[in-house]
Structures are given as C-alpha cells and as structure tokens.
C-alpha cells in the first residue's frame, strides 16, 4: 500500500533500566518480542561507544531472536563498522554521537564529511545492509546523503518536539514546515524518508501526516508509557494515531 506508515520501536531504553541496577532484567529482546507482538514493523537499537544503554551481547541476541527487521544505529567508527558487518543487519543508520550528550543532539553532518562517509558505507550496501543518514532537514544534508549512496535519510524531529513541549508554537509550526520541505526534497532525489526522535501521542500526528515519510522510529517515549499502561497498549496507541494522521483525521 503506497501510503503504509511504518513503526520502528527503539528499545534502548529497556537496556538503561536494566543497567541502572546491573541486573540481567528487564531484557531488550523480551521487549522487542512484545514490540512485534503488538505490531511494531521492525526495531531499532543503537550500538553507543560508551556502551551506556544496548551492548554487544544485545545486538547478538536481537539478531538471533527477531523475525522483524532490526535497524542498527551506530556511529561512523571502523568498530562499529565491524560489528555491522560481522551481524549484517536489515538496516544501519548513522547517527552523529558525542560522549557528554544525553541523547542525540542532532543530525549528522553528511555535507561536511563527504568523502569519508561515501567510502564508510561501500562495503556496509556491499553486504546487503540499507544505509541510513539521521540528518536535520537541511536541503545540503538531505542532497549530500543522496551524493554517497545513501539509501535513507531519518529526519531528526526532536527540535520539532522540543518546540512543542516549550509551548513555542510559532517556531514549532515554522519547523514543521521546514521538515515537510526536507521530506519532498530527499524522495524526489530518490532516498527512502524516516523521520524519529522525541516523538510523543501528542507530536506523532502532523509527522505522521507528512506522506513522503514511510517510517517513523520511537523510543523512549514508548518506553516510559509502558510503565503506565503497558509496552503493548503503548505500541498500539502510537499506531492508532499514525493511521488517523494517514487517514487525514
């Protein structure tokens, strides 16, 4: 169906409640199973240098339990590089990473590392893996992504939300507009459009509402929800509101 709308749960934060405690529970793919149950399209874990939320053995898990796709950001290291290649997962995204950050700040700046990212991601489209940007809506980002070999870009939507959450409502909606633009521009280049980061009930709709977009990847909010109502009611509310955003309600 040309207007599906995809959802990618990201369940890296299963892994920081469980590192909070040291502890063995609660365990990432047990939540990426609850995920699919409840209709998730794929998962997303991010591989951190610092290791501080999904580790290895997570990524080794995940691989061997899923039937869904799993989409794996990383940072554009050669370490990283290894390990995407050794796994060959579904998809790799990457994201910009810095050690002091709570979370991911921003885009990656593809325009500005060119050459180096073109030669990074050969050998990950070599072995099967659809090579993902997560970049702002910056129309140089979005025509640099697709210069490399880029097979997607993932708009950062978490100035988007941020806007919101501040009440700034003018500034929210001129940011909007601009995503909307990023998302034309990147599939009339031919990239694939996801768009992720911050998304809450009360953000999902006008992204969701973007028709470019074919999917979204959410996290932490999901996460936190589920300690109220539930991983699986979470996940299904989220669609829900994806599906009326799509349905023009």
């Keep these: 169906m040309a207007n599906l709308l995809r959802l990618g749960v990201n369940v890296d934060h299963v892994a920081t409640l469980r590192n909070a405690r040291g502890s063995a529970?609660?365990?990432?793919?047990?939540?990426?199973?609850?995920a699919q149950q409840a209709g998730?399209?794929?998962i997303t874990a991010h591989l951190r240098e610092d290791r501080r939320h999904i580790v290895d053995a997570d990524i080794d898990t995940l691989i061997a339990g899923l039937t869904c796709p799993l989409n794996f950001e990383m940072a554009a290291t050669s370490e990283m590089q290894a390990i995407a290649l050794r796994h060959k997962p579904h998809a790799v995204c990457l994201v910009p990473e810095k050690r002091a950050e709570r979370t991911t700040e921003g885009g990656l700046d593809v325009a500005g590392?060119?050459?180096?990212?073109?030669?990074?991601?050969?050998?990950?489209?070599e072995a099967g893996c659809r090579v993902s940007m997560f970049i702002g809506h910056d129309a140089e980002q979005i025509r640099a992504s697709a210069r490399i070999g880029a097979a997607v870009v993932e708009l950062h939507t978490g100035h988007y939300c941020d806007l919101h959450a501040d009440g700034h409502l003018a500034?929210?909606?001129?940011e909007l507009a601009l995503l909307v633009a990023g998302a034309k521009l990147a599939k009339s280049l031919g990239l694939e459009v996801h768009a992720g980061h911050g998304l809450t009930f009360d953000t999902v709709k006008p992204i969701a509402a973007i028709p470019e977009i074919q999917e979204l990847n959410?996290?932490?909010?999901?996460?936190?929800?589920?300690?109220?109502m539930g991983l699986g009611p979470a996940i299904a509310q989220m669609r829900h509101l994806m599906e009326q955003a799509r349905a023009g309600a």
């Design 218 to 228: 959410i996290g932490h909010f999901l996460i936190c929800e589920a300690v109220f």
């Design 25 to 34: 529970y609660p365990d990432p793919l047990r939540a990426a199973i609850l």
């Design 40 to 42: 998730a399209d794929g």
């Design 171 to 174: 500034e929210r909606d001129a």
């Design 113 to 125: 590392d060119e050459d180096r990212l073109a030669a990074y991601i050969a050998p990950l489209r």
